[in-house]
C-alpha cells in the first residue's frame, strides 16, 4: 500500500474511532423538590447548656439528605447518542430521567463567633458518600444503574444569630470522591433559618440547591463509558437538628 493511502486509512480508522466513542452528555435538572435533612452534632469543647444553638467551639457533626427527581432531555438528529447502562439512545428521541440522590457525611466542625455572638463563620472536613439510582428512559426502552462513591468533603458556612434561639445559617459543601467511575463530585449550597425548640433539638426551614456528576464504564468495561451525568436539584428544604 503506498504511503499515502496507508496515511489515508490510518486517518479514517481514528476518525472512525471517534464517531464511534462520541457520546452526548445527560443533563437532568429538577428544581422545586422537597428535600428532607437529618442533623447529629456532638459537641466537644466546650460543652454548653444550649447545644443546639450555634456557638463558638469545636464538634462534630454527622448529617443525612436525599430527594427524588426528573428531568426531560431532547436529542437531535445527527447528535451523538446518550449512553446509559449498556444501552445507546440515539436521535431524534426524548427522554426521561428519574433519580433519586442520597447522601451522608461525617465532618470535623469550628465554628467562631465575633463580638457580642450574633455573627460566626464555619468551617468543616471530613468524609461523605453518594449515591445516584439513576434511570433514562425512551418510547423504544429504559436503562437504569446505581452509581456510589465514597469521598471528601469541605464546607464553609455564616451563620447570624438574629433573636437569642433562632439564626439565618448558609453554608456551601464540596464532595469529591477523586476516582472516574461513580459520583465524582457534588456541590451544595443551601439557606436556612434554624429556631431551637428545646436545649437538644433545633428545626431548620430554608433553601437548597444541589449539582452533582457521575461517571461510570459500562458493564464494568472502561472502554465504554457511559455519558457522563451532570445533574442537580432545588427546592426547598426541611431539617431536623439534634445536638448533644
Not at 181 to 193: I, S
Request: hydrophobic share 45%.
Amino acid at each position: 500500500m503506498p504511503a499515502s493511502g496507508g496515511f489515508a486509512f490510518a486517518v479514517a480508522a481514528v476518525t472512525a474511532c471517534g464517531a464511534a466513542l462520541a457520546q452526548t452528555d445527560i443533563e437532568a435538572i429538577d428544581r422545586g423538590v422537597l428535600v428532607p435533612a437529618l442533623r447529629l452534632s456532638f459537641d466537644i469543647a466546650p460543652r454548653v447548656e444550649g447545644p443546639a444553638t450555634p456557638h463558638t467551639g469545636h464538634g462534630i457533626e454527622i448529617g443525612f439528605t436525599g430527594a427524588t427527581g426528573k428531568d426531560g432531555q431532547s436529542i437531535g438528529p445527527g447528535e451523538a447518542p446518550v449512553i446509559f447502562g449498556g444501552r445507546a439512545f440515539a436521535g431524534p428521541v426524548d427522554l426521561l430521567h428519574e433519580f433519586d440522590f442520597r447522601y451522608a457525611e461525617i465532618a470535623y466542625r469550628y465554628r467562631h463567633f465575633f463580638g457580642k455572638g450574633q455573627f460566626g463563620i464555619e468551617a468543616l472536613g471530613g468524609l461523605g458518600w453518594a449515591e445516584l439510582d439513576f434511570t433514562t428512559s425512551s418510547p423504544l426502552g429504559s436503562a437504569h444503574d446505581k452509581l456510589s462513591t465514597g469521598g471528601l468533603v469541605a464546607a464553609f458556612g455564616i451563620v447570624w444569630k438574629f433573636l437569642p434561639a433562632t439564626s439565618l445559617q448558609s453554608r456551601v459543601t464540596l464532595f469529591g470522591s477523586g476516582k472516574v467511575e461513580g459520583v465524582t463530585g457534588a456541590a451544595r449550597l443551601d439557606v436556612h433559618v434554624a429556631h431551637a425548640v428545646a436545649r437538644n433539638i433545633a428545626l431548620r426551614g430554608g433553601l437548597v440547591g444541589w449539582g452533582f456528576d457521575s461517571i461510570r464504564a459500562a458493564d464494568d468495561d472502561t472502554s465504554s463509558l457511559n455519558s457522563r451525568i451532570s445533574a442537580g436539584f432545588s427546592g426547598l428544604s426541611l431539617g431536623l437538628d439534634v445536638a448533644f
